[in-house]
């Protein structure tokens, strides 16, 4: 059974940081990309970054410069690490799978997803 496991959410203030981590067990293929997805109140799911196998990425303009995305591919965990974080930051955080060489942040192409982990910024 595949899941995906986040963790590493929390509540900072403006220009704060955090770090999530997204954990995959018994994914079925061995060339996968893994992505960071967020959705805020009354907003659609929008695509954060992405890494795939190869360690090409792919990151929104909205967070490029301040996020850091990366996975250590033998421990199967990928990472997100979050600076400068700002009000507009705030959501739901969620980790996601699909096998393939693509590095995209397109939901649908996803097929497999973890609970979420909150992040919350005020100011």
């Known amino acids: 059974q595949v899941q995906l496991a986040e963790s590493g959410g929390g509540s900072v203030q403006t220009g704060g940081s955090l770090r999530l981590s997204c954990a995959v067990s018994?994914?079925?293929?061995?060339?996968?990309?893994m992505a960071w997805f967020r959705q805020a109140p009354g907003k659609e799911r929008e695509g954060v970054a992405t890494?795939?196998?190869?360690?090409?990425?792919k990151y929104a303009d909205s967070v490029r410069g301040r996020f850091t995305i990366s996975r250590d591919n033998p421990k199967f965990t990928m990472y997100l690490e979050m600076n400068n974080l700002q009000t507009e930051d705030t959501g739901m955080y969620s980790c996601?799978?699909?096998?393939?060489?693509?590095?995209?942040?397109?939901?649908?192409?996803?097929?497999?997803w973890g609970q979420g982990t909150q992040v919350t910024v005020s100011s």
């Open positions: 996601a799978a699909k096998g393939g060489p693509v590095p995209l942040l397109t939901p649908a192409n996803y097929e497999i």
């Open positions: 018994g994914y079925p293929y061995e060339d996968y990309c």
């Open positions: 890494i795939c196998m190869d360690g090409r990425k």
